[in-house]
């Protein structure tokens, strides 16, 4: 290995280098023959360097993946021992090598990562089995000489137009988590640092490395939390506020301590103290917690670094300037040591759309997609990479022809954006001069820019329970306040519809414990959850009525399915008014109560349940839900029913009369409302007023410019009254479009 180390550090030409390492292996394991095979994009392992075959068989001799012996090893990632090679079914004299006979053959794979990138292998004439440590040797050879590869120093050893495995563009499938297209150079974020040096000999020294250690984390987090761009966004505090209460907790650093004590070094007692509460979360069934454990980790990943003496994030200045993160999970914080202005996107081997880390990355505008299984082994840094945050695919190392389709790709979404926001102060109004208020959904303060620059009429949701879900324990009431303030400051005279708490089914707080249940979507969710937790609802609902005092203040509750429900909520709400008004403090100028219309029993009470709102807001993804009974986040059902079915339609359009003949209000607020040929519909059936994910306004508003609502509306109502005519009505209103030109 000293002879190895040697070689590596002298200056030689790769090909002199890999020549010089085949000979000194042959010297020391006295063998005949060591030769290094080199696999290829075309999957055929190409000799690289030998010692004892014919040397001007280099670069000429190949295998197939799965010939032979060294073909073998390199389709199976294992080492191959044999005192008598012949007899092994896979054995082949190479051609053109000069192979002589020869019996004991070791080969191991070259590997890095997990991903075979060749086989380096010995022979010898003798009988003999080679014993452990030789084969260790060898596997710390092949080691190194996988350092080579993906360092790039054998590209360009063979004839032109040779390109390694390596090298090979490789697409493959994900989730798409946050949209957008992402097009830039992979930085493997590694979360994880292999620790080597396990036992101290001074444990006081140790402690005292430990000590320094946690002193730096502890500042670091100080840092980034006075950084101008985190102070200023709220949600990213709150990871930070979290970060900093576990680096202080007294009872990680005593176990820390005590591992110590044990006899361990720093880095290895982090790392126990890490995996002993790993092991003790893992029995936790909550997704969400088990979600949350990327946060202790990156915490303690942090620490880990800090005493090997490894840098944080990416080197800005040596890194790529359009950098995709490839990461097998990642922490909310991790992302922020990235600098947003150097990032284009971030893929995941895990990762949900409810991960900490996704909400911040979708906050930020950055395309995202997860479930990419072995992204991580398959990249190397710098790395050409595309992503697409639309339908999930992945480019790494992509051909010239793939990434001249998505370099199109983004000139015609960003010249698409233009004309967009060319639209953002035209007024939304059909042709036939119908004025449509389009709304915005939102949740997080880093959504609120949007409201001006989408030019949205103003926020028809806001999901409240967002903050709640970014945030490690539960916001006080103080930072409920400030954050709704913020919302109805940045509005300014635009309207805001808050939506209390809808927490339960898949929105899960890590430090609200809850029991698991069979069908999380149909248990304790919402406002039933809500009402049975006054202490929760009655925080939130004073957070507001303080934040709008002097203004108008909208209030709706979600998933309410008998009127009792929102007869209780109602009363909780004045009563917090009245309390409040009696301490003094300024109330709304104007208070409007709402209710979302998520569960089909309502549309069975509609005039009962519009006697009791000032408006009501249709929640069409869980409506549709439990309307067709299809579980919304179930990838296999999703396009089986169709929400632009006569049955919906009419739901939808029995919801709209009600509210009519009641003199309420009615917006919808779900996923529909932001597609273009489903919000032509919804214009169609009467709806006046409807609220979307922002990115959305642009493309509906477009819509509505060529649309003749009243046309629109007629063609409509006879389609949908034809009891005898079956299916979707998306055909019929896919042609209405097209004869009209409306884009869609
Ligand atoms: C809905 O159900 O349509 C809705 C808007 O609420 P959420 O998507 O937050 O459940
Ligand atoms: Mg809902």
Known sequence: MRKIRELMAEPLEPQARLDEIVRHIAQNMVAEVCSIYVLRADAVLELYATEGLNPGSVHLAQLRLGEGLV????????????????????????????EEPYNAFLGVPILRAGRTLGVLDVQNRAKRVYREEEIEALETVAMVVAEMIAA????????????????????????????????????????????TNLFNEDADAEITRLEKALQFLRISIEDMLSRRDIAAEGEHRAVLEAYRMFAHDRGWVRRLEEAVRNGLTAEAAVEKVQSDMRARMMHMTDPYIRERMHDFDDLANRLLRQLMGRAEGMDSENGPKDAIIVARSMGAAELLDYRRDQLRGLVLEEGTATSHVVIVARALGLPVVGQAKGAVSMSENNDAIIIDGDDGSVHLRPPADVESVFVEKVQFRAKRQEQYRALRDVAAETRDGVAVRLLMNAGLLVDLPQLAESGATGIGLFRTELQFMVASSMPKASEQERLYAAVLDAAGSKSVTFRTLDIGGDKILPYLHQSPEENPALGYRAIRLALDRPGLMRTQLRALLKAAGGRELRVMFPMITDLAELRQA???ISREFKHLTKFGYVMPRRLKIGAMIEVPSLLFQLDELMQLVDFVSIGSNDLFQFFSAVDRGNARMAGRFDDLSPPFLTALKSILDAGTRNGVEVTLCGEMAGKPLAAMALIGLGFRSISMTPSAIGPVKA???ELDADKLQKAMSGHIADRHRAGSLRQFLSDFADVHSIPH
């Open 152 to 195: 790039g120093s054998l590209a360009g050893l063979s004839r032109p137009g040779v390109v390694l495995d390596l090298s090979r563009p490789v697409s493959f499938d994900s989730v798409a988590l946050s949209e957008g297209i992402g097009l830039g150079h992979v930085v493997l974020h590694e979360p994880r640092v292999v620790v």
């Open 570 to 572: 109602r009363d909780l």
């Open 703 to 705: 819509m509505l410019l």
């Open 71 to 98: 073909g073998t090893i390199a389709a199976t990632a294992r080492s191959l021992n044999l005192p008598e090679a012949q007899k092994h079914p896979a054995f082949t004299y190479i051609p053109g090598t000069d």
